[in-house]
């Protein structure tokens, strides 16, 4: 569990096998922003891009979205999910927690909605809202998400 008496930079993931949504926010202001959607390759992303993209932002801590089914059991991108999230700790030593991301992909395309109705949704996707949505999630109860 990070250590939630200092500030974390945090770095978001919606995990997709075609794209992948991602956030940063930071736990001293508790903001998130959506970034640009990144590329995936059947659930495979191009390690050297994507690590580029964490050295520049330089967080302490990654969230994965986890897609549980309504039921709480997992599916085949659950368990791929968690792969990329193995990986993606492997690869940084940057502590990585799973969130359920249940019902989050419905509350990014609301909030996607709003951000076109005011003309500001120009370069902004669903997915990076989402990640962004887990972020917000993680600073209303940190200890609720799983490694």
Do not use: C
Not at 12 to 19: E, P, S, V, W
Not at 25 to 33: K, Q, V
């Amino acid at each position: 569990m990070p250590d939630l008496s200092q500030p974390q930079l945090i770095l978001a993931f919606d995990f997709g096998t075609q794209k992948m949504g991602m956030a940063v926010g930071s736990s001293i202001i508790e903001s998130a922003a959506p970034l640009a959607l990144f590329p995936m390759k059947d659930g495979i992303p191009n390690w050297d891009e994507l690590l580029k993209i964490v050295k520049q932002h330089q967080p302490n801590l990654f969230l994965v979205g986890l897609p549980l089914n309504m039921d709480d059991s997992e599916s085949e991108l659950s368990a791929r999910a968690r792969k990329f999230a193995r990986r993606l700790r492997h690869q940084t030593n940057i502590e990585t927690l799973m969130v359920d991301e249940r019902l989050t992909t419905r509350e990014a395309r609301d909030e996607l909605d709003h951000y076109q109705a005011q003309g500001r949704a120009k370069n902004l996707a669903a997915d990076s809202i989402a990640a962004a949505l887990f972020i917000e999630s993680w600073y209303r109860n940190p200890e609720g998400l799983t490694p």
